[in-house]
Every structure is written in C-alpha cells, then in structure tokens.
C-alpha cells in the first residue's frame, strides 16, 4: 500500500487525475471503475480540464460504477447515474454504449447483480478502480459486519452511511435504506486500486487503515491491505491521525 499525503483536497484530487491520465495514455481502452459522492468530485474535475486542455482521450474508455441507491432512477438528481453524468460523461468523449452504471430499479436482483460482474469480467476486469471510504470503514456500500458478500450484491445501508449521504438529501427519511454495490471480492480483482480520502471526517478511520496491522471485516477497507497495488491519496486533515504523520 503505498500512501501519499497532499497539503489539501486540490491537490489530493490533481494527484488522483495524473496517475488516471497516465493509465489511459498507456492503454486508451482503460477499464475503469468509478466513485460517487464528494471526495472524488475533484478529481473528475480535473479529468475534465485534461479532456479540454490537454486533449486526454476517453473515446475508447469503458467504466463501471461501484454502486447506485435501490429504488431510484436513473433519472433522479439523488442517483449516482445522474451524478456521473453532470459531473463527468457529459464533459467527456466517453461513448455512451462503455458506460455500465448499476440499475437501481432491478427486478431479478440476484440474477442482475451475477451478471453485471460477468460483464466485468468479459472487458477483462477492471484496470484501475477508483474508491473512497466511508466514516465507517466501508468501501463502496460494503459496510462493517463480520462478513462481507464477495460479488456485486443489495445490501441494506447502515444508519451511520444514511446519516452521512444525508447531506445530499434534504431530510434523513429521503436517504434510501437499500443499494447495490459491487462487493469486495469484485473490487478486490481490479489490477490497480487508487483510494481517496479527504477532510477531518476521515481522520479517525484513515488512522485506523494505516496504523493497524491486521484486516477485519469490521473495517472493509483493510482488505486493501491484501492488494498488491493500492495507492491511497489524502490530504493533510484526513492524515491529521496518523502516527508520525
């Protein structure tokens, strides 16, 4: 695991975004696996800006989400499938078709959640996968408990993960309570891992990944311990805990 400690959220981002171009420009058919939420914001932003400036390609790029809320369409401006279209697809030279995003409103949950990993894997598994971590430890929606599911799969959201998202929302009650996200064996098979944390939220659990030396179910993210290439990217607040740091 290697880590790298930036002076802020800009620069954590703009980190995040070179090791992303770099990949593509290596092999311009980058499987990706993406984020939601705030942390990594920043870093789309600035794939944007290269995509502009410096004509970074994403005409060949296929990608796959981590996760998206049960219940909601893809239409809803609270749906990760909405958020990654205004704050990346529709900046980018992306096709259309490369785009796989989960379908919040599928029916045959298991027989759907198999086959979105089997699609996966028929692009030869993802390249890079781009993560955050929640309050709690969880990687994706894969939240603490003492086992975790290994495959894409629905899972129901804990109150700290609700209480958290709730600040896209404008009450607690509208957080959904369900979401399909791909499970840590599916993440754990992607070939390079790139995990972002920022602000003095993520202090506490960002000191907990890095200055154990053991994996717990309990805190999902610590499998990444087991993964031969994961860097982690986070700015001085989120490093604010660590010993030595």
Known sequence: MQIFIEKDYSAMSKRAARIFADEIRKKPNLVLGLATGSTPMGTYQELIRMHKEESLDFSQV????????????????????YFMFENLFNSINIQRENIHIPDGRASDIENYCR???????????IDLQLL??????????????????????LTNLTEDTIKANSRFFDSP???PTKAIT????SIMKAK?????????????????????????????ASLLKLHP?????????AASQLKNS
């Open 62 to 81: 296929v990608s796959f989400n981590l996760d998206e809320y049960y219940g909601l369409t893809p239409e809803d401006s609270q749906s990760y499938n």
């Open 115 to 125: 086959e979105y990993d089997n699609k996966i894997e028929s692009f030869g598994g």
């Open 132 to 153: 955050g971590i929640g309050v709690n430890g969880h990687i994706g929606f894969n939240e603490p408990s003492d086992r975790l599911i290994v495959g894409t799969h």
């Open 173 to 175: 009650d509208q957080v």
């Open 182 to 185: 791909m499970g840590i064996g």
């Open 192 to 220: 390079k891992i790139i995990l972002l944390a920022s602000g003095k939220s993520k202090a506490e659990i960002m000191a907990k990944l890095v200055n154990v030396d053991y994996i717990t179910t309990e805190i999902p």
């Open 229 to 237: 290439d994961v860097t982690v990217i986070m700015d001085e607040e």
